[in-house]
């Protein structure tokens, strides 16, 4: 699976991650992940809509199709070497989907699509089967970028954290990390949209390089490379990251965490509204549209270990 950062200036996978990987296990006190920083760069009410309230969001066909396809990967890996073909690959298909659509809001999302599709958008599959096997073609995809008989992955869907000196809890999922035998560290994420444009690299970059500071404060290695793969258009985006660089992030980091932190004690989110709005699920309660956010939830933030010094706002 995997964690989004807006990579692209405007598509419905700008805004999705309401429920990403970094986001299966709760943390035992207010973290910052991949996905919940590209929120606070994005749009910092947005971040708390998502990480404060919770409040819920609809899950997208291309969000869902993204799932389905991670999990085909990470299973694709458990089979021996020699057996890991392309026909294998879609063999995975089936399984994966029969898990994934147990899920709450899935099957339903298929009704609406069905319903609306025809009507409010053109590219709505027509069928589950056609959905599929346009995860399908991403799979197939897969097998033009690597050689996965030739590789053998240290970890999968492995989950890295580490508590940097002044206190900020890092954490999030890679989709995989390659080990050499010369202990070079390869950290690899699986993307199912297209290569984002040059202007966009270092957004999608800024995920990797979330990782490879996480793997780098924990096993003192800095990863010799970062590889993002888009299996939307079949390119790779790769970057060799170096210790300097990585301290550098680690100040960007905290100081998003400062604001963070700013913003949770003083309730103060402020809107940004861009083109990206039009992909977010919350602009009935957000004041750059005309709404009006519901009081900030004091003890609930408190209880998931925010620091706050806002007074509780009686309802009713
Ligand atoms: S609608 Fe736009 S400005 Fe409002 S919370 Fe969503 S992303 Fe932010």
């Known amino acids: 699976m995997t964690a989004m950062v807006d990579t692209q200036p405007a ?8 429920a990403t990987p970094d986001d299966a296990q709760a943390p035992r006190r207010p973290s910052l992940s991949p996905s919940r920083a590209a929120d606070f760069k994005t749009c910092p009410l947005l971040y708390r809509f998502r990480t404060i309230d919770r409040l819920p969001e609809r899950k997208s066909l291309a969000a869902v199709r993204g799932t389905l396809v991670h999990s085909v ?23 994966a989907w029969a898990e994934l659509r147990e899920e709450p809001g899935v099957a339903d999302l298929f009704a609406t699509a069905q319903e609306d599709g025809a009507e409010t ?26 050689d996965p008989t030739r590789i053998q992955p240290h970890g999968r869907e ?20 390659d ?25 999608a970059l800024f995920q990797m390089k979330f990782y490879a500071l996480v793997l780098w404060r924990t096993r003192g290695v800095v990863a010799s490379q970062l590889k993002l793969i888009y299996l939307g258009d079949g390119e790779a985006l790769t970057y060799a990251p170096d210790e300097a660089k990585l301290v550098r992030f680690e100040r960007t980091l905290q100081a998003i965490w400062t604001a963070i932190e700013r913003a949770v004690a003083t309730g103060d989110f402020r809107p940004n509204k861009t083109r990206l709005c039009g992909w977010c699920d ?11 956010p519901p009081p900030f939830p004091v003890e609930a933030a408190a209880a998931a270990g925010w620091r706050t010094t806002l007074p509780v706002v009686e309802l009713g």
């Open 121 to 146: 958008d053109a590219n709505a599959p027509e069928s589950v089967e056609a959905w599929l096997a346009s995860a399908g073609r991403l799979v197939e995809k897969y097998f033009t970028l690597e």
């Open 73 to 95: 990967l990470e299973r694709l890996y458990d089979l021996p070497a020699s057996g890991r073909t392309v026909e294998a690959a879609q063999e995975l298909l089936a399984p």
């Open 11 to 18: 598509t419905e996978a700008s805004l999705e991650g309401a």
């Open 179 to 203: 080990l050499a035998a010369n202990g070079a560290l390869r950290v690899v994420d699986y993307k199912t949209g297209s290569t984002p444009r040059e202007m966009f690299e270092g957004k």
């Open 282 to 292: 919350h602009q009935a309660v957000c004041p750059a549209w005309g709404g009006t």
């Open 158 to 177: 492995e989950l890295v954290e580490v508590t940097l000196p002044d206190g900020l809890l890092l954490r999030g999922y890679v989709d995989r990390l």
